[in-house]
Every structure is written in structure tokens, then in C-alpha cells.
């Protein structure tokens, strides 16, 4: 049985394999030559994600830094810690 909490909570999903869903915003990760970032935020605080030359990281507000090899961990650690996207930041 579907919950209405789950209709209204809004998830992250992979589309194809190099673009973040969410909820109808479609963006992919910049690379590593660029300056920009994909910002996320929850209660405790916004996170930066970033493409380098060692896969994903995450800049998250000088507390724990997290890394991953592909996108499909990244999305379950945002949607399993309710980060909600905001936007690109360009630095």
C-alpha cells in the first residue's frame, strides 16, 4: 500500500546514467575542470557535489566529506539523508 508521505516526499533518481531527476529538473554533475557545483540541502545544512578526477565527492559543510564511484550510491545517500535540491552554485 502506497503512503501519502511517499507521494509527497520528492525523490532523486538516476535518469539514463550521467543525469540527476529531480521531480522534473534534469542537471548532470559538472566535470572536473568546471568550478561549478550542484547544491543540496536538508535540515542540518546545504552540500556541494562535485565531479573529480576520483569520482563524486561531497563537500558536506566542514563536518564529514563523503565519496562515491557512481551515481546510484550518491542518490541513495541523498534521498536515504532527505536532501532536496536547490541549484547550481558557480563559485
Do not use: C
Amino acid at each position: 500500500m502506497i503512503k501519502l508521505k511517499d507521494l509527497l516526499k520528492e525523490k532523486i533518481s538516476v535518469k539514463g546514467s550521467k543525469y540527476l531527476d529531480m521531480d522534473g529538473s534534469i542537471t548532470s554533475l559538472p566535470g572536473p575542470h568546471e568550478r561549478s557545483a550542484v547544491v543540496f540541502s536538508n535540515q542540518r545544512g546545504d552540500v556541494f557535489v562535485y565531479r573529480d578526477r576520483k569520482g563524486i565527492y561531497v563537500d558536506v559543510n566542514n563536518r564529514s566529506d563523503e565519496r562515491f564511484r557512481d551515481l546510484k550510491q550518491l542518490v541513495k545517500w541523498l534521498n536515504k539523508n532527505n536532501y532536496r535540491y536547490i541549484g547550481i552554485d558557480d563559485r
